[in-house]
């Protein structure tokens, strides 16, 4: 070292900090509960960002209007969950989640899954990643999660807000199943909470269709408009009736078969099949995104 | 510690029509700071992301540390410290939160030495004080220190520098010297890739350069240099005179500028002193002399052609 340059940047001489320097250079291997760790730090980078947290704020809107509208309007109205909500809050949470489904949720599942890989290509943070290294099937996995995590955030927040929003404008009682039987409110809250779940359910598809589509571009926004269209279009196709029973293996189409819950007879089998086929969804579209970020060559 | 830092064999990659990278051997040995020179867009990016697994070689191999890339990615990356093409951290986290990140991300970091060791990072950077800034505030040459931060959280064997000084101001591109001879002095590789040229000259051992896709020249910094021939510069009124004592003392190359009062010759085995000795006992009246050693601006140009002109 010359010694007419400052030292400032290396001046190590009496700074604690650098003792772990005497540690040593040399191979090191991977330390337990680091998977946690790393998804706990995906989680945190999805759950502080402000857009994210904005996102949330907005589902919690429309079932807030939706009580308002239908507080304020005539007594009795609109067909389904619609009309019930005067007799029973609970009903929010339903009209709720139809509402949201068509849209807002994908809306969500496009902007946090879209941006998952693309995100950090674009910002040029990929490449830091994966030379840390940070393992591309274990970063895909943990990315993945944290989607899904976020996703199970969305739809309780709307739920949660049709539930409160219903309570304190209708209040909520024992609930009327669709086949005109009776159950407790135990049962009622039960069965709702049933309902959300599978709400999170059927969004697994679009979550594995987000990923994938964010490990093609590092360009999140394409992403992100990518996934929301492709909801779109496989909604519109679902409506086409020429189509034939190919509707059924639509990822959209049993999004809103959650009414399944409210028969006094629960037919699990079919619920149970409809689920299958969001796993099918989360196979393909989970082993392409797989196949094509591991193999991928990071420019950005 | 036998086996090189870096060692690369045939390595070549296309994109497209495009030859990026192509038969390229470079071998850093250990413990080397290897300048790694070449103009804009003559594949050292390409190359270097190579060597840390980003892109897949078409052809070739790639050894870091003895152990094949990317196969061994997991062994040899940790001891791997890069800042590649500028450093790139999420904008809306602060300084402190990216390196955490980063950190967390690496299985084999310990949690509990983390906030000592991302403290001691940010130190040998001398960003401490911007620590908990947003990493969007932050300067040029801030960002920089950052990338030089996050390359040093842990103990590295090998440290691949991409354009380190980029941004920093002249203060910054010493500090970021004295930190380079630093980590050398501990045993530590170092590949600094660079186009600005005296800057490496100061601080590498090794020099590689490439020009479109090859590497033209590769070895210690003399070796590179054409064996280290250094010339004899004298300045004098008298410069025929000067030129008739040299050639019989037996001095080649001799080259008489008149414009300038000023001769150079290839000083071969001859002591400057002696030289000096024999022309002031001639009457030569010297007003200066002096030992020129080519600089590596002058070898790179040669090599790599004088133009402004991206090279296909």
């Known amino acids: ?300 | 510690m036998s086996s090189p830092g870096i060692l690369t064999a045939g390595l070549s990659r296309c994109f497209g029509r495009q030859q990026a990278v192509a038969g390229l051997s470079l071998l850093v040995p250990r413990g080397a700071v290897y300048g790694f020179l070449g103009p804009n867009g003559s594949g050292k990016t390409t190359t270097i992301r190579m060597l840390l697994g980003l892109i897949a070689p078409d052809e070739g191999t790639i050894e870091v540390l003895g152990r094949p890339m990317p196969r061994s990615s997991a062994w040899v990356l940790p001891q791997v410290g890069a800042l590649i093409e500028g450093p790139a951290f999420h904008p809306y986290l602060s300084g402190l939160d990216n390196l955490r990140r980063l950190d967390v991300c690496d299985a084999t970091a310990d949690p509990r030495t983390r906030p000592a060791r991302i403290e001691s990072a940010l130190h040998r950077v001398g960003l401490e004080a911007a620590a908990r800034k947003r990493y969007r505030q932050y300067s040029l040459g801030m960002k920089q220190r950052l990338g030089l931060a996050g390359a040093l959280l842990a103990p590295r064997e090998v440290l691949i520098l991409d354009e380190p000084t980029n941004g920093l101001d002249p203060q910054g591109t010493r500090e970021v010297r004295t930190l380079v001879r630093s980590l050398a002095a501990d045993g530590t590789t170092v590949l600094v890739s660079s186009h600005l040229l005296s800057e490496v000259e100061q601080v590498a051992t090794h020099v590689g350069i490439m020009s479109a896709g090859r590497l033209l020249a590769q070895g210690t910094l003399d070796e590179v240099l054409g064996g280290a021939a250094p010339s004899l510069q004298v300045e004098t009124t008298e410069p025929e005179a000067a030129a008739a004592l040299l050639t019989r003392l037996g001095l080649r190359e001799i080259v008489v500028d008149r414009t300038h009062d000023r001769l150079t010759a290839a000083l071969g085995e001859h002591d400057p002193a002696d030289v000096n000795r024999e022309l002031v006992q001639a009457g030569v009246p010297v007003r200066a002399i002096a030992t020129v050693r080519p600089a590596l601006e002058d070898l790179f140009v040669q090599l790599t052609g004088e133009g402004f002109d991206v090279l296909q």
Do not use: C
Not at chain 1, 81 to 86: A, D, E, H, N, P
Not at chain 1, 257 to 279: A, H, K, N, P, Y
């Open chain 1, 1 to 300: 070292m010359s010694s007419n340059e400052p030292a400032a940047l290396v001046d190590h001489g009496a700074d604690p900090g650098l003792a772990i320097e005497s540690t040593g250079r040399g191979p090191r291997s991977p330390r337990r509960g680091a998977f946690a760790r790393l998804l706990g730090s995906e989680l945190r980078l999805v759950f502080r960002r402000r857009r994210n947290l904005a996102l949330l704020i907005v589902l919690a809107g429309p079932p807030v209007l939706i009580g308002i509208a239908v507080k304020t309007s005539a007594p009795h109205g609109g067909n389904g969950f619609f009309g019930q909500i005067t007799g029973n809050g609970l009903f929010l949470v339903y009209t709720a989640l139809t509402v949201s489904l068509p849209l807002f949720l994908p809306l969500a599942v496009g902007v946090v899954g879209g941006d998952s890989i693309a995100g950090e290509a674009g910002a040029g943070t990929l490449r830091y990643l994966l030379t840390i290294p940070v393992g591309r099937t274990r970063l895909l996995v943990a990315k993945a999660l944290s989607v899904l995590v976020f996703v199970t955030a969305a739809v309780v927040v709307v739920a949660v807000s049709g539930l409160i929003t219903g309570w304190v404008l209708f209040g909520i009682r024992d609930l009327t199943l669709l086949s005109g039987d009776t159950v407790s409110l135990a049962d009622g809250l039960l069965r709702t909470a049933a309902l959300t779940l599978y709400v999170v359910i059927a969004l697994t598809g679009l979550v594995a269709i987000a990923m994938f589509i964010s490990t093609l571009t590092e360009v999140p926004i394409a992403a992100m408009a990518a996934t929301v269209a492709a909801t779109i279009i496989v909604q519109v196709l679902d409506a086409v009736p020429q189509i034939g029973s190919a509707r059924s293996w639509l990822f959209t189409h049993n999004w809103l078969g959650f009414g399944e819950l409210l028969r006094s007879d629960v037919d699990v089998r079919t619920l149970i099949g409809w689920s299958m086929l969001q796993v099918g969804y989360v196979v393909i579209f989970g082993s392409l995104a797989w196949a094509r970020f591991t193999t991928k060559d990071i420019t950005s």
